[in-house]
C-alpha cells in the first residue's frame, strides 16, 4: 500500500464522539470494564457509542475508529488502525508497517502490541460493517490486545467465543445498555423534569429502557411536549411518543426487503411474534426464516425462545400505517389463534385490539384474579383502563376493587366494590378492614358474606372471620375456627411466642425482595422480623430489616410499606437509644400514612406517644395516645400495646398519668435514665 494508506484514513473516524449530557451509569461503566474484549451488540438507538464514549474517562487510555463499509476491505481497516493508535505510545510502528508495505494482519499484530504495551482500549464502532469473511485474519491479531467491538448485528466470531471460558471477554446486549427505571428517573431528573415514583414507572414502560426513547422523553418532558402523568398504553391505541421516533424507524426499515418490511409491518398488531403465530395468522410460509432475517438485521427485535419482540414504539409507529380494518382483521384472527392455544393474556390484547370488547372483559374477569395472585396488579389495572365503561360487568368492578386494594388505594377499592354483586361487594369490604387491621369493620361485611357463601367460597369466609378474629386480639378464637393459622408468624407473636414468631417472620421474608409481587402490607415478613427484632432487644437487625422492608416498599411503590418500614425504623432507633432518629422515622411515617388509611396512623403514634412521655411532655403524649387508640379500629392486641408503650414512656420520663382525682405526686432524686420499650 506504500504512502497512500493515508488516503484511506481520514482522522475524523478516529476520534471518540462528544457527549453531552449523559448520566452516570456505574453499573454499565463496571460491564464495560470486566474483560479485555468486550463486544457491545444492539440495535440502532441503544446508546452503545454513547455509552463508551461517555465512559472513556473511567476506562484508562483509549484509541476510538467508528467503521464504515469501505472498511470491509483488510487494507482500508488497517490504515484506519494505524490512525487510531497513532497517538498511543509507540504507536507510531503500524503507520511504518503500512509504509514498508507489510500486510493487514501484520499491521493488526503491532496494534495489539501497541495496546498490551500502554495498557490501552481500542474501541471499534460500528463493527456490522465487517460482516464479510476478508476481515477475520485483522479482528484475531486484535483480540490480542483490549477492544471493545460495538455492532447493531450480533458477532459470532469462533476467535469471540475461544475467550469466553477463561473469562476474556464480557458480552453486553440490549438488555444491559437499557435504563433502568433508577438510572430514567436520574435523566429525567438531569432535565429539570420533577417525577413521581408512578411517572418513571410509567415511563420506563413506555421506553422500555430504550435509551434513545428515554432521551427523547426527558426532552419533551422537559419542554412541556409530554405530560409524564398521561403517557398512553402504547398498546390501547395512539402512541404519544410515535411521531418521535418514526426516522428512527425508517432508518431501520428503509434497507428492508420488501417482503420483511410488509412481515414487521402486519406483526406490528401483536407484542410478540412466532413462527407458529405468523404461520396460521399472516398466513406466511417461510415464518422462521424471515424471523430470523430480521432478527439478524439490526432491527429493533429480540428474541427469546422462539419468540420475537418488536420494541412497543417501533410497533406504535409501524400499527400507524396499516389500514384500521387490516389491523382490526388481524387482531381478530389473532385472538382466535391465542385463545385456541391457551393463552389468555394475548388473547385478551388482541380482542381489544380487534375491537371485541365484551369478550376481552370475559377473559379479564376469568383470569384477572389469577394474574393479580402473581402479582400482575399493573397488568391488570392497564387491561382494565382499556376496556370501555359500556363493557364493564360487576365481575370487571370486583376485580378493579381487587386491583385497587392491592395498590393500597382502598377508598377507590370500597368504591369499586359497591358496583359488584353482592357476595363480591361484602367480601371486597372484609378484606379491606382485614388489610387494613380493622376488625370492627370486617365483621358486618362477613355476616353478609357467609349469608351469601356457598362451598368454597363458604371456606373462605369462615377463613377471613379467623383472621379477623386473630386482629381483633382472640387468638384462641381464631384458632378454634382455622387451626392452620397457628403455624403464622403473627398467630404466634399475638399469641405471646415472640422467638417462634421471628423464625416464622423470617422464613417468609424469604425471597420477599424482588420479582413480581403485590405489597402484602401489614403482612410483610422483613417488617414483621424488624418489630420482633426490636421487641426482644436485637436494634440493629431490628434497623437493617426495616431498611430492607423500606427498599421493598420503594420498589413496590406502596405508601403502606414504606410508611410500616420507617415506623419500625423507629422502633429500633428507639431500642438502640437514639431517640431523634426514631422521632424522624415515627413523623416520616406518620405523614406517609395520611394518604393511605387512619389505620396506619396507630404505631407511628404509638411510637411518639412514647417518646413525649419520655421527655415529659405530658399533653402532646397523651394526644398522640387518645389519637392511636382512637384508630385501632377494635384491635385490642395493638390497643394494649399503645397503652403499654405509653405508660412506659411516662415511667422512663419519670411521670405518672394524671386523673381528675389523681394529685401528681413530687419526685426528688437522681432521675431514671431512660431506656426503650
Known amino acids: 500500500m506504500a504512502t497512500e494508506w493515508r488516503e484511506h484514513a481520514p482522522l475524523r473516524r478516529a476520534r471518540p464522539p462528544q457527549v453531552r449530557g449523559a448520566v452516570a451509569r456505574p453499573r454499565l461503566l463496571a460491564l464495560l470494564g470486566a474483560a479485555r474484549v468486550v463486544t457491545v451488540v444492539a440495535p440502532a438507538g441503544y446508546g452503545k457509542t454513547t455509552a463508551l464514549a461517555a465512559g472513556l474517562p473511567d476506562l484508562g487510555r483509549a484509541a476510538w475508529l467508528t467503521l464504515d463499509a469501505d472498511d470491509a476491505d483488510p487494507q482500508v481497516l488497517a490504515a484506519g488502525l494505524a490512525v487510531a493508535v497513532a497517538g498511543l505510545p509507540g504507536g507510531e510502528g503500524p503507520g511504518a508497517l503500512l509504509d514498508a508495505g507489510a500486510a493487514p494482519r501484520r499491521v493488526a499484530a503491532r496494534v495489539a502490541d501497541v495496546l498490551d504495551r500502554a495498557g490501552a482500549l481500542l474501541v471499534l464502532d460500528e463493527v456490522q460493517h465487517l460482516g464479510g469473511g476478508l476481515t477475520e485474519d485483522v479482528l484475531r491479531e486484535l483480540l490480542g490486545g483490549r477492544v471493545a467491538l460495538l455492532s447493531r448485528t450480533p458477532l459470532t466470531s469462533p476467535d469471540l467465543t475461544r475467550l469466553e471460558p477463561g473469562g476474556d471477554l464480557t458480552r453486553v446486549s440490549a438488555l444491559d445498555l437499557a435504563f433502568t427505571p433508577a438510572e430514567l428517573a436520574e435523566l429525567l431528573a438531569a432535565q429539570g423534569v420533577r417525577a413521581t415514583g408512578a411517572e418513571v414507572r410509567l415511563a420506563h414502560a413506555v421506553t422500555e429502557g430504550w435509551p434513545i426513547a428515554a432521551r427523547f422523553l426527558a426532552q419533551a418532558a422537559a419542554q412541556g411536549r409530554v405530560a409524564l402523568s398521561a403517557l398512553a398504553d402504547l398498546d390501547g391505541g395512539e402512541a404519544q411518543l410515535g411521531t418521535l421516533f418514526t426516522y428512527l424507524a425508517q432508518e431501520v426499515l428503509g434497507p428492508l426487503d420488501p417482503s420483511l418490511r410488509a412481515l414487521l409491518t402486519r406483526g406490528s398488531v401483536f407484542e410478540e411474534l412466532t413462527p407458529e403465530l405468523i404461520a396460521d395468522v399472516l398466513e406466511e410460509t417461510q415464518a422462521g426464516t424471515l424471523l430470523s432475517a430480521l432478527a439478524s438485521g439490526g432491527t429493533f427485535l429480540t428474541r427469546t425462545g422462539d419468540a420475537f419482540r418488536a420494541h412497543p414504539l417501533l410497533r406504535a409507529h409501524l400499527r400507524g400505517l396499516l389500514a384500521p380494518g387490516e389491523a382490526h382483521r388481524l387482531a381478530a384472527r389473532g385472538a382466535a389463534y391465542f385463545e385456541r392455544t391457551g393463552r389468555p393474556r394475548r388473547a385478551l390484547a388482541a380482542h381489544l385490539a380487534a375491537g371485541n370488547t365484551a369478550r376481552a372483559a370475559e377473559l379479564l374477569a376469568r383470569h384477572g384474579g389469577r394474574w393479580l395472585d402473581g402479582g400482575r396488579v399493573t397488568l391488570v389495572e392497564r387491561s382494565l383502563a382499556r376496556v370501555p365503561p359500556a363493557a364493564w360487568t ?32 361484602s367480601l371486597g369490604e372484609a378484606q379491606v378492614a382485614l388489610d387494613t387491621v380493622q376488625p370492627d369493620l370486617a365483621w358486618g361485611p362477613l355476616d353478609a358474606a357467609g349469608a351469601l357463601a356457598e362451598g368454597p367460597e363458604a371456606a373462605r369466609v369462615e377463613r377471613m372471620r379467623a383472621e379477623n378474629y386473630l386482629n381483633a386480639g382472640d387468638p384462641a378464637h381464631s384458632l378454634a375456627l382455622h387451626p392452620e393459622l397457628a403455624h403464622g408468624a403473627r398467630y404466634a407473636l399475638r399469641s405471646g411466642r415472640l422467638g417462634d414468631a421471628l423464625g416464622l417472620a423470617l422464613h417468609a421474608a424469604r425471597g420477599e425482595a424482588g420479582g413480581a409481587r403485590a ?18 432487644g436485637e436494634p440493629g437487625e431490628a434497623a437493617r430489616r426495616a431498611r430492607e422492608g423500606l427498599a421493598e416498599g420503594e420498589r413496590l411503590e406502596s405508601l403502606f410499606v414504606r410508611s410500616l418500614a420507617l415506623v419500625r425504623l423507629g422502633h429500633a432507633e428507639v431500642a438502640a437509644g437514639h431517640p431523634a432518629q426514631a422521632r424522624a422515622a415515627y413523623e416520616g411515617a406518620l405523614t406517609l400514612a395520611q394518604d393511605v388509611v387512619p389505620r396506619l396512623q396507630v404505631e407511628p403514634r404509638l411510637g411518639l406517644a412514647y417518646l413525649e412521655a419520655a421527655l415529659n411532655h405530658p399533653v402532646p403524649a397523651a394526644e398522640h395516645e387518645a389519637r392511636a387508640l382512637a384508630h385501632a379500629g377494635g384491635d385490642r392486641y395493638v390497643g394494649g400495646l399503645t397503652r403499654l408503650v405509653a405508660a412506659l414512656g411516662r415511667l422512663h420520663g419519670g411521670t405518672r398519668r394524671r386523673s381528675p382525682c389523681t394529685r401528681r405526686p413530687g419526685r426528688r432524686g437522681t432521675p431514671r435514665r431512660r431506656r426503650g420499650p
Open 394 to 425: 360487576p365481575a370487571l368492578h370486583a376485580l378493579a376493587g381487587d386491583a385497587l386494594r392491592l395498590s393500597s388505594r382502598y377508598g377507590e377499592a370500597l368504591a369499586a366494590y359497591a358496583q359488584a354483586d353482592p357476595l363480591a361487594r
Open 519 to 536: 405489597a402484602q402490607n401489614h403482612r410483610e415478613g422483613l417488617l414483621l422480623a424488624s418489630f420482633l427484632h426490636a421487641v426482644l
